[in-house]
């Protein structure tokens, strides 16, 4: 069996060495970016030529990308160029509706497709504990389980085609708030002048602590933005969370909160880093720095 893995970059790229690492079957890799193919090449991936090539050769794709449109893109390859009987694994975050769409017209070809977001980071997605919530065919799921075990310690198959990408949605939608929270608690301690290390180690033991309330400690109080999850990729999600609750007709109040939050740090051009910076929206409307 040959194995193919599009879009190398912050989560695809541990991922794709972890899967390199842990099956027997040959790796095709592909990215836009040499930097982040040679980084796969190095541990035992073979370089892929392009979309088409590795299209044609793979009997499993896996894709790590930014956004949907992305996604439709490079699916819209793989439907053209994918024999009958290859299956497409969408790992990126990604719209319900999208997912459903693509997975009935890959289906029209033969091609076997499961929505499949992750949650962990780059930390768990370098560590291998990455969670995988997988959306599709039973049948399917159980017949690549193994491959995502190969990277994840927890894959979950959450029901039909989309129930991925729901869970995902949710799941960040709970966490970018939590972010935005952080950022405008950790600067009301900045402007009131407590110790922001003794305050930020009390919330980490304390009931205000969450996993996105330490990524905020552990790196923008710190000052270091270098994007692990861009602004701009917590946005989209946040704005798909919220487009989904327009669909169900449930009436938003926090996460659009956020979504306006973070639109103001990409209007701030702070979209290409990471998206602990609504700290500096704060910072920046404030005029102090929160840094401990
Ligand atoms: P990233 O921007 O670091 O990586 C995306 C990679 O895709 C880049 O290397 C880019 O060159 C490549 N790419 C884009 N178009 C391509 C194409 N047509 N062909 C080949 N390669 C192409 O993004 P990321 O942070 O790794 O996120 C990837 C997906 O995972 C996104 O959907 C994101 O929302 C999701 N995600 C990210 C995190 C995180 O912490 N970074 C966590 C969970 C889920």
Redesign the pocket.
Known sequence: MKVGF???????GPMCRNLIKGVNHEVVV????PA?MAACTAVGGTAGTG?EALAAECDVILT????PK?VE??AAVIGAHAGAGTVLID????APAVVRRLAEELAAKGIGFLDS???G??IRATDGSIVIMVGGEAATVEANRGLLASFSSQVVHVGPVGSGSVAKLINNMLGLCNMAIAAEGLMLGALAGIDMGILAGIISNGSGDSAAFRGMANRALKGNFNA???LD?AY??VGLAVDLAAEHGLPGLMAPEALNLMRMGRAMGLGGQDSTSVLQVYEKIMGKEARS
């Open positions: 599009i879009g190398l970059g912050n989560m695809g592909y990215d836009l970016d982040a979309l790590s990308l930014p956004t992305h893109a490079v790992l990126s975050t990604n977001p992750v949650t980071g780059v692990s999850f861009a990729l989209k999600d």
